[in-house]
């Protein structure tokens, strides 16, 4: 049965259990995806508490971190969603939040003169991080976010 999770303190101790055992045992967020058989993004983001886990990628990534039987049942939890209680400090987080404060009107402009009104879809989505070379030097990260278009439906 699908159960809704509602105390956000419960995985977000599951989350740093998680992390810990990642850490411990010296393994890449990609080699937990793989045993989960869901995308990186997916699965880290599951790991940190804002998706459920179907009860097979839950059992395989808690046997993978040495997790018990009551992180597989949290992991199979609909989370309360939400990484934030107010403006993100972490700085690499804060600058998502700053892109948003700065792009983010630019961005609703944008997209509801191309598909009109509605929205992109977090539920119907794909996240994707690429670290390519940037022709000036360095590297450069290649975000992209592909969400399903939901028109606004009158009714």
């Not at 045992?25 to 179907?54: C, M, N, R």
């Amino acid at each position: 049965m699908v159960h809704a999770q509602f105390n956000p303190a419960a995985r977000r101790e599951l989350a740093l259990a998680a992390v810990e055992a990642k850490t411990v045992k010296d393994l890449s967020w990609q080699e937990i995806a793989d045993v989960s058989g869901y995308s990186v993004a997916f699965t880290t983001a599951a790991l940190l508490g804002q998706h459920a886990l179907p009860e097979s990628a839950a059992r395989a990534v808690a046997a993978l971190l040495g997790l018990d039987e009551d992180a597989v049942r949290l992991l199979r939890t609909i989370p309360t969603r939400g990484s934030f209680d107010g403006v993100p400090t972490d700085p690499t987080v804060y600058r998502f939040y700053e892109m948003l404060q700065v792009y983010g009107t630019t961005l609703k402009a944008l997209v509801h003169e191309q598909f009109g009104d509605g929205i992109i879809s977090a539920i119907n989505f794909r996240l994707d991080v690429k670290k390519v070379a940037d022709p000036e030097g360095g590297e450069r990260a290649v975000i992209t976010l592909d969400g399903k278009y939901l028109p606004t439906k009158p009714f």
